[in-house]
């Protein structure tokens, strides 16, 4: 009985070996839409394959070591050289939603051998990774070009419907 599961294993590792080695572009999603933190702003719709095209399939730009992609980057180049692709590829798996929580702060001290456990929030992880190149590469940087202000953000930065009358008003 157990040979016949190891002959299934061993079909399914030559029939699918990319799915078992790597990521590449075909297992992305054409388009993603990031909303889990939706407060001021809607949430934003972020074309997956436009961004993989222009930057020719370099998956760790984005995801780091965890598709498996070469890494790049210096700083982490110095310790990730070897590291294999992880399981975990959604920003969100990682990067904290809150990270003075008490929950996260407790799984923090819980293992005290855990490493990088002063990563950047989740939308700090977004707003470096997607600003930071389009300062440089020449990607929209206006907070609405990614996402809408929504009633509670116009209210709360007293612009929109909530704009002073006064000064609109004004003429001199
Ligand atoms: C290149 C795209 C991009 C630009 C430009 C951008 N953001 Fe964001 N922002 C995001 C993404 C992605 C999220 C995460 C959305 C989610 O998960 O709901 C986010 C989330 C947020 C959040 C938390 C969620 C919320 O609705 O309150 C705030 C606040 C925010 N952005 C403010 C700004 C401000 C202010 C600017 C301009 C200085 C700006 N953003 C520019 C992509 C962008
Ligand atoms: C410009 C940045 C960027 C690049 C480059 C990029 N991705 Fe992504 N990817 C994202 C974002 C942002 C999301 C959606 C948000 C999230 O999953 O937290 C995403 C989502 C995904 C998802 C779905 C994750 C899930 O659990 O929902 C997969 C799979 C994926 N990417 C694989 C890849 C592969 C493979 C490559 C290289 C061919 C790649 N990505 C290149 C930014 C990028
Ligand atoms: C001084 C060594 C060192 C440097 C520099 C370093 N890492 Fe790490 N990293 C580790 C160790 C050790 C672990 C825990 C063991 C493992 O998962 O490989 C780890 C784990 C990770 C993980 C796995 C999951 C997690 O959340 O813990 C990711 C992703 C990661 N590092 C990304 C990065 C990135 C991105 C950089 C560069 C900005 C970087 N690392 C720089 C040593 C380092
Ligand atoms: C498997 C866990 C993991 C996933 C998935 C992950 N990150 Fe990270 N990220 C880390 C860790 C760990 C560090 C801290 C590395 C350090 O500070 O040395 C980090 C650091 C960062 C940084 C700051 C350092 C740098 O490289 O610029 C940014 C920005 C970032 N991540 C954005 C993202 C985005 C965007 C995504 C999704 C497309 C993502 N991360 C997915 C674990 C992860
Ligand atoms: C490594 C570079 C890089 C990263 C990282 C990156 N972008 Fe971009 N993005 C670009 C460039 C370059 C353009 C302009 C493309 C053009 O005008 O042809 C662009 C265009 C866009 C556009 C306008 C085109 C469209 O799809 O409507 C949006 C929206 C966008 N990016 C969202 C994001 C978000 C959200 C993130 C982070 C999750 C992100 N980008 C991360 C390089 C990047």
Do not use: W
């Not at 297992?27 to 074309?47: C, G, H, M, Q, S």
């Amino acid at each position: 009985m157990q040979k016949i599961y190891l002959i299934i294993i061993f079909l399914l590792f030559i029939t699918h070996p990319a799915d078992l080695i790597a990521m590449d572009a075909s297992d992305a999603p054409d388009e993603a839409e990031i909303n889990e933190l939706l407060n001021l702003y809607d949430k934003v719709t972020f074309n997956h394959k436009m961004h993989t095209d222009m930057l020719s399939d370099n998956c760790a730009l984005c995801h780091h070591h965890t598709t498996g992609k070469v890494l790049e980057k210096s700083s982490c180049v110095k310790c990730h050289k070897n590291s294999s692709e992880a399981t975990t590829v959604s920003c969100k798996d990682c990067h904290p939603k809150n990270r003075f929580e008490a929950q996260y702060l407790k799984e923090v001290s819980a293992d005290l051998t855990k490493y990088h456990t002063d990563k950047p929030g989740l939308k700090a992880a977004y707003h470096l990774n997607c600003m930071g190149c389009h300062k440089t590469m020449g990607g929209p940087a206006g907070c609405q070009d990614c996402h809408k202000r929504n009633d509670t953000g116009d209210k709360f930065f007293y612009s929109g419907k909530y704009a002073p009358k006064h000064i609109s008003q004004k003429t001199h």
